[in-house]
């Protein structure tokens, strides 16, 4: 079954090449498209401090996707786990999923920080940030993970 979607909207700016930490203090603007929204889809965004971005990471190519088992980062000195076990951008499908500050709105321009994807980028969805659709209970991770994260953002 092939699913096939229509990206909503472009990053501009922020930065040019992908890169692995520091992502916190990037600024972008999403630009959305006016064939896909009216300007009255982002009708009381403004009134959230974060939204989730949807986006295809576009400049991993299908050679470059990972369907196994690797060390994240290429770091030896970290398990080698599965590609859906760590937020690797060769992944299957090159879906990036990124919960962001949101700085501003203006119809269907709008400006992020900590987005951790590069001009260009096509964006396929956005939602609010609700804090009753985050994790309930106990979360559990494993110690490789807090590391690779500990200077993302």
């Known amino acids: 079954m092939a699913i ?3 990206p909503i909207g472009e990053v501009l700016g922020g930065r040019a ?11 972008a603007e999403i630009v ?6 009216s300007p ?16 295809h990471m576009h400049l991993v190519s299908e050679e470059a ?10 770091r030896t000195d ?11 951008r060769s992944r299957p499908n090159r879906i990036g999923v990124t919960t962001c500050a949101l700085v501003a709105v203006d119809g269907l321009r709008l400006r992020v920080r900590g987005l951790d994807a590069v001009a260009g980028t096509p964006v396929l969805d956005i939602k609010p940030h609700i804090t009753g659709f985050a994790p309930r209970g106990t979360i559990r991770e494993p110690t490789f993970a807090r590391e690779l994260m500990r200077a993302y953002w």
């Open 4 to 6: 096939v979607l229509e």
């Open 17 to 27: 090449e992908p890169t692995d930490d520091g992502w916190d203090a990037v600024e």
């Open 32 to 37: 959305l498209d006016p064939a896909q929204l």
């Open 40 to 55: 009255e889809a982002t009708l009381g965004l403004s009134s959230f401090s974060h939204v989730t971005v949807v986006f």
């Open 65 to 74: 996707v990972e369907r196994g088992a690797r060390h994240p980062r290429e």
């Open 78 to 88: 970290w398990p080698r786990v599965g590609i859906l076990a760590q937020p690797a």
